[in-house]
């Protein structure tokens, strides 16, 4: 059974950093892109990030760029991304989603398949 499985997500203060990462099981991840979405309450699903299957292309939303950071370890199958600076407004459930043999968007209706999330709170 192919799945994505998120982890690392918490709470934390504003200003401060969580890792996630998104582990593939039943599958080699290094075949796919993979995207970061997020979801607030009340709010539609937005791509947060994502990187190609080589990870020599990232991208990101505005509203990280210079805060998270995208990359790859396909040798331990698995995709990380790292928050830093974290603000009140990246509260969401975080999701990663794989793309086979894409280049990687951050439109969720190019993926193929999704993890289950991992909440990530930011708040003093």
């Known amino acids: 059974q192919l799945q994505l ?13 969580l890792r996630l990462d998104c582990a593939a099981s039943g599958f080699t991840l290094e075949y796919y892109a993979i995207g970061w979405f997020r979801q607030a309450p009340g709010k539609e699903r937005e791509g947060v990030s994502c990187i ?6 990232t991208n990101y939303a505005d509203s990280v760029k210079g805060r998270f950071t995208i990359s790859r370890d ?3 199958n698995m995709v990380i ?15 990663c989603a794989a793309m086979a043999y894409g280049v990687g968007t951050l439109s969720s209706d190019d993926y ?7 909440q990530v709170t930011v708040s003093s």
Do not use: I
């Open 74 to 76: 396909n040798a331990k």
């Open 52 to 57: 190609n299957m080589s990870g020599r292309n």
């Open 112 to 118: 193929d398949f999704w993890g289950q999330g991992t």
């Open 81 to 95: 991304l790292q928050m830093n600076n974290l603000k009140p407004e990246d509260t969401a459930v975080y999701y």
């Open 5 to 17: 499985v998120e982890s690392g997500g918490g709470l934390v203060q504003p200003g401060g950093s």
